[in-house]
């Protein structure tokens, strides 16, 4: 997975503008992670990344010596010359990462509109190798850049591009491969709002345990379930009990930042809060054929009461002509 950056959604940004925005947040990302990752030569994607996913090679450009900056420029150029492609250009910054004696082929993407959804807005890993499998796995192996990158980097990035729009909405950080996200696979995270996670966790388990507990989520936002567990008042403090139970620190300063101590720290905890909280409200939950019978219920007694009072009114407008 290593790092998957995604954004708020809803921006008064014309599609261009929203490109642009994204290649400046790389921009400043590649400024963090200056020490440690050393981009190389941009590439322009038609559609998908790769050519697997159907994807289209537009143009590569590379480094001119020490410049980033020139990378950047030509992802600028390359959309403002191709405007009716805004929404399905890809852009790859292939690199390398340094972590202590190591030296392993990575990149930083920049995702168009139809890849977010699974890979992020921005994404970027390692390609894995026969040591490494994932970025998350080489940077444990070095307690200074682990800090940096990750401790460091999920509280302090958010804030300094805090006036940027779009605004970063999550951070992820763990191993294996990118997806929309499973919560069990995370080592850290950030979270623009306190809620984020358990709106995670809930989805998570919906793609896990399958087409019984979705359907009895179905009928019910997210928004709805997640207020209503805060509204309990024992609901915070039981969650604060199962992080530090699970090794899993927080910090809050107007967001959320969790960060665990140990690789399936996340695991436990996710599989604690899917059992004990999330399956048994699905459990107790009004299923959608219990809903409907209720609504109709109700639109029987009130078109029955209707009828009623129009039968009374006729027969008194009767008697009044009589």
């Known amino acids: 997975m ?77 959309l403002e010359s191709r405007p009716w492609e805004v ?46 499998s994932d970025l998350a796995s080489l940077v444990k192996t070095d307690k200074e850049a682990e800090t940096r990158l990750v401790s460091d980097f999920l509280r302090d990035f958010p804030t300094k591009v805090y006036r940027e729009t779009p605004k970063v909405n999550r951070i992820y950080f763990g191993f294996g491969v990118p997806s929309r996200i499973d919560v069990d696979s995370l080592v850290a995270v950030y979270y623009s709002s306190d809620v984020a996670f358990i709106k995670d966790c809930l989805y998570t388990t919906k793609e896990e345990e399958g087409p019984k507990i979705k359907e009895s989520f179905e009928p019910y936002k997210e928004n709805f379930i997640v207020n209503g567990l805060k509204q309990v008042p024992a609901f915070q403090e039981y969650l604060d009990g199962l992080l530090s139970k699970h090794n899993v620190s927080k910090e809050i300063v107007g967001s959320m930042t969790l960060h665990a101590e140990g690789k399936d720290s996340f695991k436990t905890l996710f599989d604690e809060i899917s059992n004990e909280i999330i399956k048994p409200l699905a459990e107790g939950l009004p299923d959608k054929d219990a809903i409907l019978d209720r609504i109709r219920v109700a639109l029987v007694e009130k078109t029955t009461r209707q009828a009623k009072l129009d039968f009374g009114n006729r027969r008194r407008d009767r008697t009044d002509e009589s």
Do not use: C, Q
């Open 2 to 78: 290593g790092f998957v950056i995604s954004l708020e959604t809803r921006t008064e940004l014309r599609p261009l503008e929203e490109a642009e925005a994204k290649l400046i947040l790389a921009r400043k990302i590649m400024d963090y992670l200056r020490s440690y990752f050393v981009p190389k030569a941009l590439e322009s994607w038609s559609i998908a990344p790769l050519e697997s996913l159907d994807g289209k090679l537009v143009e590569r450009v590379s480094r001119r010596g020490s410049d980033m900056e020139s990378l950047i420029s030509s992802a600028k150029a390359i």
């Open 87 to 132: 929404d399905t250009l890809t852009f790859k910054i292939e690199g390398e990462w340094i972590i202590g004696k190591n030296r392993v082929g990575g990149y930083l993407t920049i995702h168009n509109k139809e890849w977010r959804s699974t890979y992020g807005d921005l994404e970027s890993n390692i390609y894995p190798t026969v040591e490494f």
